[in-house]
């Protein structure tokens, strides 16, 4: 999960810089349609990231990939994007300030919807549902979900929401905190804990790879994923939902989820 509390001040100041530009009052806003008309004209979408989250986005041989990549790609084409995405490379506490000043019309970028960010951008449907998960042994049959956590050990990684959430919601879990990620799923792997407790991305992409250890379904809490657009953007929202749903109905969308975050069988 990404920091917000940096970019938020920072988009709340570039919003105010806008207004006092202008003098008495914002810029006027774009047309509705006008990033659509834009992409059919030049047969790109810009679209603003930081490639530095895998398993969503990151750099791989100069190349960017990962889940939102593909699936912004494909949603890309699903909008008439005959040339593709063009990314636009920015800071992720830049992203907001950068889609406010029209550097590009989209953030995909691991953004999670806040009510706080709904104050400034409009998000897409959700597009994948993150949150903290339960990672235990494949052959582990005594932990089925967050009932059974009571009096079992579990690996967080410090100064995380996990050691934050286990305290308050589980406190008769006794906590191990370690310094990374790769401590706490050795502590699973190597049976020194009965759990770790992490974000759901990271431990799908370690499963991934990892057969000894799996994730249970039974999310211990959601935070859901969007892209971020302007509000003044509405057709552009409602084209992007539509993609999103289309490419879950013809299979690309699980293909995408089987691809990055589904353990190899």
């Keep these: 999960m990404k920091s917000f509390g940096k970019f938020l001040a920072a988009a709340s100041f570039a919003a105010a810089a806008v207004v006092t530009m202008v003098g008495a009052g914002p810029i006027p806003a774009r047309a509705e349609d006008a990033v659509i008309a834009s992409i059919k004209q030049n047969g790109t979408f810009r679209v603003g990231v930081d490639a530095t989250f895998a398993p969503f986005e990151f750099s791989q041989d100069g190349k960017k990939t990962g889940f939102d990549i593909e699936l912004v790609e494909a949603i890309a084409k699903e909008l008439g994007a005959t040339k593709g995405v063009e990314w636009v490379d920015i800071d992720f ?3 907001i300030p950068g889609l406010m000043a029209n550097r590009f019309d989209m953030i995909a970028s691991a953004m ?3 009510e706080e ?15 903290l998960v339960i990672m235990v042994k494949a052959n582990n049959t005594a932990v089925k979900g967050p009932a059974d956590l009571e009096g079992k050990t579990a690996a967080v990684q410090i100064g995380t929401k ?3 959430h286990l305290k308050e ?6 906590i191990v905190e370690v310094e990374t990620n ?4 050795g502590q699973v792997e190597t049976g020194r804990t009965d759990v770790a407790v992490t974000g759901k991305p990271a431990a799908k992409l370690y499963a991934q790879t990892h057969p000894t250890v799996k994730v249970l379904d039974d999310q211990l809490t959601t ?3 969007g892209f971020a657009m302007r509000k003044d953007n509405t057709e552009l929202v409602t084209k992007v939902n539509a993609a999103i749903t289309k490419l879950k109905a013809d299979g690309t969308y699980q ?3 089987d691809k990055w975050f589904e353990a190899k069988k």
Excluded: C, N, Q, W
């Design 117 to 131: 960010r709904r104050k400034v951008v409009a998000f897409s449907d959700t597009y994948y549902p993150g949150g």
């Design 112 to 114: 999670y919807i806040t």
């Design 93 to 95: 506490k830049g992203l």
């Design 223 to 225: 935070e859901d994923y």
């Design 162 to 164: 996990s050691v934050v």
């Design 182 to 185: 790769a401590e706490m799923f």
């Design 169 to 174: 919601h589980f406190p008769k879990t006794k």
């Design 255 to 257: 293909k995408l989820i």
